[in-house]
């Protein structure tokens, strides 16, 4: 991801000076954890493998020795999301469905070099970044595989309720393009976004409006922009610009929108769309954020810039702040059930409610992900995904 988002800022123009290296790091770190951006950097695992039936994907994982958990070997895991009682554990060489026992329910194998997954509650979408293929799932299996309108190179992507997507790509005639594609891969609506990158997208219910977050560059600094998209208009309902800060999670919330920024949280109603969002600012750049589908967001921040110390922050559907704790360690991702946060430090998993927290759990490995399925809470780490008790 640094490479293709160098990239980016090299085609914006963006001035790679200190402030906005460390803009640019914020990103990353929040936009890995979002949507599982991960660039390659090397191509010892990246031969075209054909799906085939049978033992295939048996070759890229397997039991954990201990019997808890699955292990996977030279087949890093990038990212692990979940809906209907089911994992969907995306890796370099295959998407798994994985059950709350650990039993592969199906997979699937792909030869995508740069994947990344979005799910809604009944649908998941993963797509080849920086190049056109994209596959829908359910948790049953593949319903389906398609190429970008054009085959224009994938930027981002979300998918519904319906199973209907939205994909920005990068275009000829402007820096991206958004277009909103059925499930059965019917384009229904295409948008220029001008000047910026769309890097975050969010489809409502209906599929009929597109929240979407691009990053451009003003003067050599960079900036983001927020757009309300309606399908039946060819232009914007509404635009917004936040110069000095990078977005890198964007979400509808009823008649509300929230934008997730490295530094802070906007949250704006769509009906009042011309008035002034209501902003929320983080201690410092963000570690991880998550925003679950009350509106509520965890965000991890540095708490002192040069120590080993961090702080959690949880802000509710109203943009206020709840509460601020300070945790040891890096921690490198959070996910909310209720009122609850589980932060992931580690072998550490922290139990958080309200202002303290509430139970501390050892790992036997270094995790960087946490995803919650059905009652359980699971950690994952390149190599393992285990439920973490």
């Not at 914020?26 to 936009?31: C, D, E, K, P, R």
């Not at 799910?119 to 998941?124: A, E, L, N, Q, T």
């Not at 679950?292 to 040069?306: M, Q, W, Y």
Request: hydrophobic share 40%; charged share 25%.
């Amino acid at each position: 991801m640094v490479t293709e988002m160098k990239e980016l800022f090299k085609k914006l123009k963006v001035k790679l000076n200190q402030k906005n290296i460390i803009i640019l790091t914020a990103i990353i770190a929040v936009a890995a954890v979002a949507i599982g951006f991960f660039v390659f950097m090397t191509s010892d695992y990246h031969n075209a493998y054909s799906d085939a039936e049978g033992s295939t994907e048996n070759l890229f994982y397997s039991s954990a020795s201990d019997g808890k958990g699955l292990s996977f070997t030279g087949n890093d895991i990038i990212n692990v999301q979940s809906f209907s009682s089911r994992m969907f554990v995306l890796t370099e060489k295959l998407l798994a469905a994985v059950d709350t026992d650990g039993e592969i329910k199906y997979s699937k194998v792909h030869n995508y070099l740069n994947p990344a997954i979005r799910v809604s509650d009944k649908y998941g979408i993963i797509f080849n970044r920086n190049s056109h293929e994209y596959m829908i799932f359910t948790k049953r299996g593949i319903i389906y595989e398609g190429k970008s309108v054009d085959e224009n190179d994938i930027i981002a992507a979300d998918i519904n309720n319906k199973g209907d997507i939205v994909l920005s790509t990068k275009s000829d005639t402007s820096a991206s393009r958004v277009y909103l594609i059925s499930k059965d891969g019917d384009c229904r609506y295409i948008w220029a976004c001008g000047e910026e990158y769309a890097i975050t997208l969010d489809l409502d219910e209906n599929s009929k409006k597109i929240a979407a977050g691009a990053i451009g560059a003003k003067d050599g600094e960079i900036m983001s922009k927020t757009y309300l998209l309606d399908i039946y208009s060819e232009k914007a309902q509404c635009e917004f610009t936040y110069e000095g800060d990078g977005i890198t999670d964007i979400k509808f919330l009823g008649k509300d929108i929230v934008s997730v920024f490295s530094k802070e949280r906007v949250l704006y109603d769509i009906k009042a769309a011309k008035g002034a969002p209501e902003k929320a600012e983080y201690i410092s750049e963000a570690i991880s954020v998550f925003t679950d589908e009350s509106g509520n967001s965890a965000v991890i921040s540095d708490c002192i810039s040069g120590f080993d110390r961090t702080s959690l922050s949880v802000y509710d559907s109203k943009n206020r702040a709840k509460f601020t704790l300070n945790l040891d360690g890096k921690p490198e991702a959070v996910t909310m059930k209720g009122r609850t946060a589980f932060v992931c430090s580690g072998n550490t998993v922290y139990e958080v409610v309200p202002g303290k927290i509430k139970n501390t759990t050892e790992l036997d490995f270094d995790a960087f992900g946490l995803t919650l399925c059905g009652r359980k809470l699971f950690a994952f780490s390149s190599g393992i995904l285990r439920e973490v008790k």
